[in-house]
């Protein structure tokens, strides 16, 4: 069963475009998370079509260590998450990702996106509250700040990802009636 909660309104007044990581207009999820201080992300210059399962692997360990360390993050990569045709994104399965309460497919200009918004993981995303966003391409309505992230000093690198630990939590902001989304650094 999936658990309803009431909605609640989130004021995007408060966002300072100069500290945007990541706005989405087409997203899943309510409401505010101020908690998360780490962001993990693919290095799209690494991403290969052909590695997807390697990565999916790659990001399970990833994710273990999280887990173990009770550290939660915003997850960014290229294509489908949880797909199940590897040529469209990374085939993870949930528990894989578990620790993630913001999931980013993101299009590439050589890999389109056509985003699942989650439905791989429904019955999870909507029963956690996880954000699910989706960037299709960069414009001012909906971008991921790749340059930004890739001037930041990971806490660990992977072959294809990278983990950011920011020093105060982020500001996650989620409009599950207009499906906008924004993740801001502080």
């Known amino acids: 069963m999936i658990r309803l909660e009431n909605h609640v309104d989130v004021n995007f007044d408060e966002v300072k475009e100069e500290r945007i990581v990541l706005k989405s207009e087409k997203g899943m999820g309510n409401g505010r998370y101020e908690h998360i201080r780490d962001l993990v992300f693919m290095d799209v210059e690494k991403f290969d079509r052909i590695k997807t399962r390697e990565m999916a692997a790659e ?22 998450w949880g797909t199940r045709d590897p040529s469209t994104g990374i085939p993870v399965y949930w528990s894989q ?3 993630a309460r913001v999931v980013v497919e993101m299009g590439l200009p050589d890999f389109p996106l056509d985003a699942s918004l989650g439905s791989h993981f429904f019955h999870n995303v909507t029963s956690m509250n996880v954000g699910y966003f989706s960037v299709r391409r960069t414009t001012d309505v909906e971008f991921v ?15 294809y990802f990278k983990v950011i630990q920011f020093e105060k939590p982020l500001t996650i902001l989620m409009d599950g009636k207009t499906q906008k989304a924004v993740v801001m650094w502080n």
Request: cysteine-free.
């Open 97 to 99: 990702i578990s620790q």
């Open 145 to 159: 700040d790749l340059d930004f992230l890739q001037e930041q000093t990971p806490v660990e690198e992977t072959k």
């Open 59 to 80: 990001m399970a360990e990833l994710n273990k260590k999280m887990e173990k360390e009770g550290r939660e993050y915003v997850l960014i990569g290229p294509g489908r």
